[in-house]
Structure formats: C-alpha cells, structure tokens
C-alpha cells in the first residue's frame, strides 16, 4: 500500500509536465506543424496515458483499502486473504477480477464443495454468471467461520437479509417460492427450485 500511494503521489507530481507539453503542443498547433517527426506519440495520448494511470493506481488502492477493512471486520488473516486472493485468480480465467460460473464452480469442486446451486445464491442473487471478488470474501469468510452447517434443501428468510445486502436479499425473498417439503420450520424458502431457474441443475 505504501509503494502504492508513493506511485500515486509520483504520477501526480508529474502533472505540471503534462500541463507544459499541453502548452507546447498548443504553441505547435498555431503555428500549423500538425506533422511532428521526432515523436510517435501525439498530445491526446499522452494526456489519456496519464489520465488513465492515475485512475488505475487510485482504483487499486481504493480496492486494496477495501479488502483490508473487510480482513479487518471479518477478523480474516493476512494469510488467508492472500489464499482467498491467490485462489480466486487462478480460477479467473479471464483475468477480468469476476469469475464466470464455471470458473467458480471449479474453484468449489477444487474445494471438496457440492452445494453449488445454493452458494450461487448467495454469490450472486441476481444471476449475472459473475462473482466479484468481495462476495468471494464473504463466501469464503462464512465457509471458514462455519463448516459445520448442515445440507438442506430450503432457507430461511432470516438467512437471506443476514448473508445478503438488503437489496439482493430482497430480490431472492421475492422470487423464491415457499418449500412444500417436510421437516422445514415455517416460511421456509424454496432455494432449489429458484436456484433450477437461474443455473440449471444443482447437481455437479
């Protein structure tokens, strides 16, 4: 993170440089040279590169900082976050920061998990087929702090706004219908066939 925000301090720094070359370039304009021989790069693009290596840098440090407040809040290790990290881009294939659903139901089989169909669930309520970084966390976080849940084949209302956010929690709530199976306390939740829906089959 120090190394981080030196580089961030450092591309600003450079700005007045930026700020100069634009001058030039404008003194170079008015005088009708648009043809300049001794470099292959024009003021647009320096200007973007510049741009865009700031918003790069700022953005990693905004993520960086946001992991170690999740780290912090969910009494995860600097090690167990660097597996979560280490895991989650080799299952990336994309390398774009969201595995697709293939990819994450690789990286849970790799995981001795079967539950898949439920864990998307709470992966990725609204079933875009990807999962961010930060609900991989929150997924991860769970499965470490609590091994020991049994497999069912509903969910609770109360398990849905406690794992979710709000929103996706009541987006889910919506649209699953009540478990007509046995054994299932009231207002139980039928996350299979929901999950059917979304996925296909929840068998591996």
């Known amino acids: 993170m120090t190394q981080l925000k030196q580089c961030e301090h450092v591309i600003v720094a450079y700005k007045p440089?930026?700020?100069?070359?634009?001058?030039?370039?404008?003194?170079?304009?008015?005088?009708?040279?648009?043809?300049?021989?001794?470099?292959?790069?024009?003021?647009?693009?320096?200007?973007?590169?510049?741009?865009?290596?700031?918003?790069?840098?700022?953005?990693t440090i905004n993520e960086i900082e946001t992991q170690i407040l999740t780290r912090d809040a969910k009494g995860i290790s600097q090690q167990q976050m660097k597996e979560f990290r280490s895991s989650f881009n080799h299952f990336d294939r994309k390398k774009n920061g969201a595995m697709e659903t293939d990819d994450f139901r690789a990286c849970l089989i790799s995981m001795g998990e079967v539950e898949f169909a439920r864990i998307m669930i709470l992966v990725d309520p609204n079933g875009t087929g990807n999962v961010s970084f930060q609900s991989f966390i929150d997924f991860m976080t769970r499965e470490t702090a609590d091994t020991d849940t049994a497999e069912q084949p509903y969910i609770l209302v109360e398990e849905l706004r406690r794992e979710l956010p709000p929103e996706q929690a009541e987006y889910c709530i919506m649209r699953m219908p009540p478990y007509a199976g046995s054994g299932a306390p009231p207002g139980a939740l039928d996350y299979t066939a929901f999950s059917t829906a979304l996925y296909g089959e929840s068998d591996l």
Not at 18 to 30: A, F, R, S
Not at 31 to 55: A, P, Q
């Open 17 to 59: 440089n930026v700020d100069k070359l634009e001058g030039d370039h404008q003194l170079i304009q008015e005088s009708l040279v648009f043809d300049n021989k001794h470099t292959n790069y024009t003021m647009e693009h320096i200007r973007v590169g510049w741009e865009l290596l700031l918003t790069t840098v700022a953005r």
